[in-house]
C-alpha cells in the first residue's frame, strides 16, 4: 500500500553541501546551504516553498543564494535533526562543505509572540552519502598511508638502533 505524499515534506536526493553553519555562531541559527545545479531538484523546492507558503518577507517564493555562479538554498537544522550516514551512525563530523546529503525537510507553523506567525521549514533528517574532507583530513590519511607503506616495505629482520641484538635476560626488566 502506497502512502499518500505529504504536501509538507521535501525529499531530495544527492545534494552537494556548499556551507555547513553548524554551531549557529552568528545566532541566525543552524543551517546548510545546498548547490542547486539541477533545475528538477529547483524546481522541486520552488513548489514545496510555494504549495506551503513558506517564508516571513515574501511567502511562497523560494530564495535562491547566488555565489560564484552556483545557485544554493538554505535548509534550516534544529537539535531534533537526524544526521547520520547510510549505516544509521552519527555524521555531523562529515557534514560541511564538499559532503553529499540526501535530506527530508519539513514545512511548519509557528505562532511566536516576538516572531508573529508564519510557515517556516527544517530538516528532519540528513543522510550523509558522502563525508566532507577538509585539507586536514585529507592530509592525515594522506601521510598515514605513506607511513603504512613503509612499515609494510620495510624489511622484518631489521631492528631499531636502541634495541640490543644479543639475548638478554627478561628477569632483568624491572617491571
Avoid: C
Wanted: net charge negative; glycine share 6%.
Amino acid at each position: 500500500m502506497k502512502e499518500e505524499k505529504d504536501p509538507k515534506i521535501l525529499k531530495l536526493k544527492n545534494l552537494k553541501v556548499a556551507f555547513a553553519n553548524l554551531d549557529n555562531k552568528d545566532q541566525l541559527g543552524k543551517s546548510i546551504l545546498v548547490v542547486v545545479d539541477d533545475p528538477v531538484i529547483e524546481e522541486k523546492i520552488k513548489t514545496w516553498v510555494s504549495v506551503n507558503k513558506i517564508g516571513k518577507d515574501d511567502p511562497g517564493v523560494a530564495k535562491f543564494n547566488e555565489y560564484e555562479g552556483q545557485k544554493r538554498f538554505k535548509f534550516k537544522l534544529t537539535n531534533n535533526t537526524e544526521v547520520v550516514d547510510m549505516a544509521g551512525q552519527d555524521a555531523m563530523d562529515g557534514l560541511n562543505y564538499g559532503a553529499v546529503v540526501s535530506i527530508v525537510a519539513k514545512a511548519y507553523e509557528y505562532h511566536h509572540k516576538q516572531f508573529g506567525s508564519g510557515v517556516s521549514q527544517s530538516l528532519q533528517t540528513v543522510i550523509v552519502m558522502k563525508s566532507a574532507v577538509n585539507e586536514a583530513k585529507a592530509m592525515t590519511a594522506s601521510f598515514l598511508d605513506e607511513l603504512n607503506q613503509e612499515v609494510s616495505g620495510a624489511e622484518s629482520d631489521v631492528a631499531p638502533k636502541d634495541i640490543p641484538e644479543d639475548d638478554f635476560d627478561l628477569d632483568s626488566i624491572p617491571f
